[in-house]
């Protein structure tokens, strides 16, 4: 199956990010990514690919660029970007990017998930929770802290998983320097609350970012152990 890749310009696209999917004639299962803190890095893009060869049109918008933020990755700026953000804001271009991808002639839009990872694991919670359409949805440690709500933060995560409506896989490690223990007990407290099917991994050792080589918790045979996890997952809910 011969995959076609291209970076995806806001000025000629009326989009940003990368896009990656499988050549054929009739529609399957696409994935949205909800990039981390540093934004669409070369990771991800691989990511994408990998699953295009598996048979999925694979998304990857740059967020910070459809924020007015220019450039192709962020390195460095997600924090300063996430600070002045709301996360409104997010979800509204996340919702744009979504929307790009229902409506490609490829997508089955019956069939379609979303993955997060870091930062795009806490903004895909309230995306999905406001998105029934949501097939199926991975969490790789979603950054969230035990944290007041705030105008950039109106309602807390904790709250919001129990509005999910669709399946969902969360990965979390032990020695998360940002989301404490307690933290993921109450995320998963409120995952369990949704009434949906949830399967969570826990890995006592993992840091923060162990998937991302561009993060200084990078666990190359951590990502290794997961990534097969979330593709059975996903195949579980898209495929049928």
């Known amino acids: 199956m011969a995959i076609v890749s291209k970076k995806l310009v806001l000025e000629k696209d009326d989009i940003s990010g990368y896009l ?4 054929r004639q009739q529609r399957g299962p696409a994935i949205l990514w909800i990039h981390h803190n540093h934004g669409v890095t070369d990771n991800l893009k691989m990511e ?11 998304f ?3 967020l910070y660029h ?11 700026q997600g924090q300063d970007i996430q600070k002045v953000t709301s996360d409104e804001k997010f979800v509204e271009v996340i919702r744009k990017s979504w929307d790009y991808l229902l409506a490609r002639d490829d997508v089955d839009p019956a069939r379609v998930g979303v993955i997060g990872y870091c930062m795009g694991g806490r903004l895909g919670i309230p ?4 998105t029934p359409q949501v097939r199926a949805y991975v969490a790789f440690y979603p950054s969230i802290k035990d944290e007041p709500e705030t105008e950039i933060r109106p309602r807390h995560a904790f709250k919001v998983a129990r509005e999910i409506k669709c399946p969902a896989m969360v990965v979390f490690g032990g020695k998360d320097h940002i989301s ?6 109450k995320l998963w407290q409120g995952f369990i609350a949704s009434g949906q099917p949830v399967e969570w991994h826990y890995y006592s050792w993992g840091l923060h970012g162990f998937i991302a080589p561009v993060s200084e918790g990078y666990q190359p045979q ?9 593709v059975d997952f996903l195949q579980r809910w898209l495929e049928a």
Do not use: C, I, K, M
Request: no cysteine.
């Open 127 to 130: 995306f999905v929770a406001e």
């Open 222 to 230: 951590l990502a290794r152990r997961v990534r097969p996890l979330a």
């Open 180 to 185: 404490s223990n307690e933290t993921q007990l």
């Open 60 to 62: 990857v918008p740059n």
């Open 66 to 76: 459809l924020l007015g933020y220019p450039g192709s990755h962020h390195l460095g």
């Open 20 to 23: 990656a999917y499988p050549q």
């Open 48 to 58: 994408a690919y990998d699953y295009a060869e598996l048979g999925y049109t694979a």
